[in-house]
C-alpha cells in the first residue's frame, strides 16, 4: 500500500491538485467539452442507461489512434509476410 510520501501516492495528489479546479470549473458553470465532460438529462440516465454513472457511457475519453501507429503495424505485418 502506498504511503503518503511514496511516489504512487504523490502522483495521485498531483494530479487531483491539477485537476480538481477544471472539475469544479466544468461542473459548477455547466461547461461540455470534448472528451471531458456533457450535460445529460436525468431521464436518458434513467430510462437509456438503468442509472449507470460509468463515465464511458457519456463521454468517449479515449485518445486517438495515431496515424503513424497504424502506418507503422502495416509496414511492420508487411515486412513479417517477406
Known sequence: MPTA???KAKSKTNFARKTS????????????E???SRRVPI?????ENDW???L???VDNTPPRSQRTCVA??????????
Open 5 to 7: 510520501s511514496s511516489p
Open 21 to 32: 479546479k477544471k472539475i469544479v470549473h466544468v461542473f459548477q458553470n455547466r461547461i461540455e
Open 34 to 36: 470534448e472528451k471531458y
Open 43 to 47: 431521464s436518458v440516465i434513467e430510462t
Open 52 to 54: 449507470n454513472l460509468n
Open 56 to 58: 464511458r457511457r457519456y
Open 73 to 82: 503495424i502495416c509496414t511492420a505485418a508487411c515486412l513479417e509476410r517477406k
